[in-house]
Antibody, heavy 123, light 105 residues
Framework: QVQLQQWGAGLLKPSDTLSLTCGVSGASFSGYYWGWIRQPPGKGLEWIGSISDSRGTNYNSSLESRVTISGDTSKNQVSLKLTLVTAADTAVYYC?????????????????WGQGVRVIVSS | SFVVTQPPSLSVAPGETARITCEGDNIGDRSVHWYQQKPGQAPVLVIYRVTDRPSGIPARFFGSNSGAGATLTIAGVEAGDEAVYYCQVWWDHYVFGPGTEVTVL
């Protein structure tokens, strides 16, 4: 059974760097797409970016200048950093896993999600 | 960039059928996926690749896609189906629809 457990600081000040980690059990980092998605209070889902060991990273163009997603195969973890946060970055942040990259049919969806971490940016 | 639209809300009586639409340019050519999100919870995949259901998702949930748009159908709606439903496509990046809030009367 695949489980995604997230952790990181939940209260930040403007201009801080958001740093979250997603620990994976029941699956290896390799061979999948891993994504970060956020949800501002009362709003919908916004994709932040994704990573895979074979395809690298790609980011939402609206956040690309501030986002870094990385993976640690030895620890089976995926991390998100978002610099220069503002109140507009206040949201619940989710990590999520796609099906195996090697397989038939479209693979670009998220079959498992972490529990989410609420991040508040306030002075 | 690719834009996806959904109706903001939908009300349905228990036992009736809910149909949630997802529209965008040439979406009939796209593989559409659907997520259910209940208050305070993470989204859950309910339909992938237009029509496939993950294990554990009731057969009451089924999807379709035509030139007019993609549809998530929930037959025999139950109180536990009350949630926000998001469609999602891949268009060089992950694109989520704005969500449809389903209320069970």
């Amino acid at each position: 059974q695949v489980q995604l457990q997230q952790w990181g600081a939940g209260l930040l000040k403007p201009s801080d760097t958001l740093s979250l980690t997603c620990g994976v059990s029941g699956a290896s980092f390799s061979g999948y797409y891993w994504g970060w998605i956020r949800q501002p209070p009362g709003k919908g889902l916004e994709w932040i970016g994704s990573i895979s060991d074979s395809r690298g990273t790609n980011y939402n163009s609206s956040l690309e200048s501030r986002v870094t997603i990385s993976g640690d195969t030895s620890k089976n973890q995926v991390s998100l950093k978002l610099t220069l946060v503002t109140a507009a970055d206040t949201a619940v942040y989710y990590c999520a896993k796609s099906p195996p990259i090697a397989g038939a049919g479209p693979r670009r969806f998220f079959e498992q999600w972490g529990q989410g971490v609420r991040v508040i940016v306030s002075s | 960039s690719f834009v996806v639209t959904q109706p903001p809300s939908l009300s349905v009586a228990p036992g009736e059928t809910a149909r949630i639409t997802c529209e965008g340019d040439n979406i009939g050519d796209r593989s559409v996926h659907w997520y259910q999100q209940k208050p305070g919870q993470a989204p859950v995949l309910v339909i992938y690749r237009v029509t496939d259901r993950p294990s554990g998702i009731p057969a009451r949930f089924f999807g379709s896609n035509s030139g007019a748009g993609a549809t998530l159908t929930i037959a025999g709606v139950e109180a536990g189906d009350e949630a926000v439903y998001y469609c999602q496509v891949w268009w060089d990046h992950y694109v989520f629809g704005p969500g449809t809030e389903v209320t069970v009367l």
